[in-house]
Structures are given as C-alpha cells and as structure tokens.
Nanobody, 119 residues
C-alpha cells in the first residue's frame, strides 16, 4: 500500500498562487507515476498534471498549462503542484494519486485538499 497525504490548499484571490504538496509513504516503489487531479462540485474529476518519479517528464491539462508546475523531491518522496495565476474556475478539491507504470489506472489516492479561488 502507498499512503498519500496532501497539504497546502486554502483560500486565495484570483491571480494568486498556492503550492500543494503530496507526501508518499509505505510501499513507494509501487508509485512510478504521480498525478494531481481535481474535482469541482457537480463536475467530473479532471486530470491536472502527472510526473514520473524516475525520468521527471511531466504532462499537463490544457486548462492549467503555463500556470501550474508539477515537481518532485525524490529524497522526500514528495510531489508538489505550484499553482500560479489562479482563476475562480480552479476552485476544486485537489487529489494526488499514484500508480505503477504497468497500471492502467491510479489505485492509490490521498484524501484531497480544498482550493478555493475568489474573484
């Protein structure tokens, strides 16, 4: 099992920044790829960004590209999501998740952290 704990959410004004953290523990070798997802009320869950522990290659949703940056600290088993130029439509619960390269889905999830962007 991999345990994931998110932190860093909060209330921010539009145009502001927040940095989310996701600390992984447990069987972290089962987490080749880390992803950030978000879900707003009444909307489907959306993939925000993902990164590989080994190569560090990152991918982003078009809605956040150029504003959000995913990064990792292998020594701390922690993944970050730096969110800049936040918009009210970024308001959601943000989750981090982990999967192995061989998984077709993310089996490990954190509890989520609320991000609220006021206009």
């Amino acid at each position: 099992q991999v345990q994931l704990v998110e932190s860093g959410g909060g209330l921010v004004q539009a145009g502001g920044s927040l940095r989310l953290s996701c600390a992984a523990s447990g069987r972290t070798f089962s987490s080749d790829v880390m992803g950030w997802f978000r879900q707003a009320p009444g909307k489907e869950r959306e993939t925000v960004a993902a990164i590989s522990w080994s190569g560090g290659s990152a991918s982003y949703a078009d809605t956040v590209k150029g504003r959000f940056t995913i990064s990792k600290d292998n020594a701390k088993n922690t993944v970050y999501l730096q969110m800049n130029r936040l918009k009210p439509e970024d308001t959601a619960v943000y989750f981090c998740a982990a999967r192995r390269d061989t998984d077709s889905y993310f089996p490990y999830w954190g509890q989520g952290t609320q991000v609220t962007v006021s206009s």
